[in-house]
């Protein structure tokens, strides 16, 4: 069974420029969220997506957009980068985190490494 | 929203020794709990979860408790290794987002 797939792995970009970074999940997870990692930051959580309808939104300036497929399938987008963009953009995938569903484990991919310069 | 506070952010232990770590939550909503295991330059990855209906849960040398009550759960690893160095990082579900704890950075000695 394929795992949470991002793509690019990794990629440098320079102020200004703007980026799109790519998540499949697991095969019948309709649910994707997005989290940034910064050194010392932990997780922020970006926003969650749940049959192609944007459920929750963490407290990102409006330059981080996203959007989601009919086929589960994510992307986000940044514009504008700015230096402190750079980071580890993780996607993770569930079926569906809901309350006593029994579906809300939450897979993590691999990340994708933006370096802003 | 619920906020999920969690300590040490840093442990270091000997090889052998128990490492702790502990998450509190102030969601009363919130019933499911997992715990990730982040080694550097990889996604973090499921290492073990429990359901509010659980109070503790084991697998091998892994073993998580969960205080309703007192709002609060915690990662109990045993017998040490250098493999189990890592960036451990507690969650918390109370609707259909999930809220994550700062991460506790492990380091074992050997």
């Known amino acids: 069974k394929a795992g949470v797939t991002q793509t690019p792995r990794y990629l440098i970009k320079t102020r200004g420029q703007q980026v799109t970074l790519s998540c499949s999940p697991i095969s019948g997870h309709r649910s994707v969220s997005w989290y940034q990692q910064t050194p010392g930051q932990g997780l922020q959580f970006l926003f969650e997506y749940f049959s192609e309808t944007q459920r929750n939104k963490g407290n990102f300036p409006g330059r981080f957009s996203g959007r989601q497929f009919s086929n589960s399938r994510s992307e986000m987008n940044v514009s504008t980068l700015e230096l402190g963009d750079s980071a580890l953009y993780l996607c993770?995938?569930?079926?569906?985190?809901?309350?006593?569903?029994?579906?809300?484990?939450?897979?993590f991919g691999a990340g994708s490494r933006l370096t802003v310069l | 929203g619920e906020n999920v506070e969690q300590h040490p952010s840093t442990l270091s232990v000997q090889e052998g020794d128990s490492a702790v770590i502990k998450c509190t939550y102030s969601d009363s909503a919130s019933n499911y709990f997992p715990w990730y295991k982040q080694e550097l330059g990889k996604g973090p990855q499921l290492i073990i979860d429990?359901?509010?209906?659980?109070g503790e849960k084991k697998d091998q040398r892994i073993a998580v408790t969960l205080n309703k009550t007192a709002k609060h759960f915690s990662l109990h690893i045993t017998e040490t290794q250098p493999e189990d160095s890592a960036v451990y990082f507690c969650a918390a579900l109370p609707g259909n987002q999930f809220y994550f704890g700062t991460g506790t950075s492990l380091t074992v000695i050997p």
């Open positions: 429990i359901r509010s209906n659980v």
């Open positions: 993770a995938s569930t079926r569906a985190p809901n309350i006593g569903s029994g579906a809300n484990v939450l897979t």
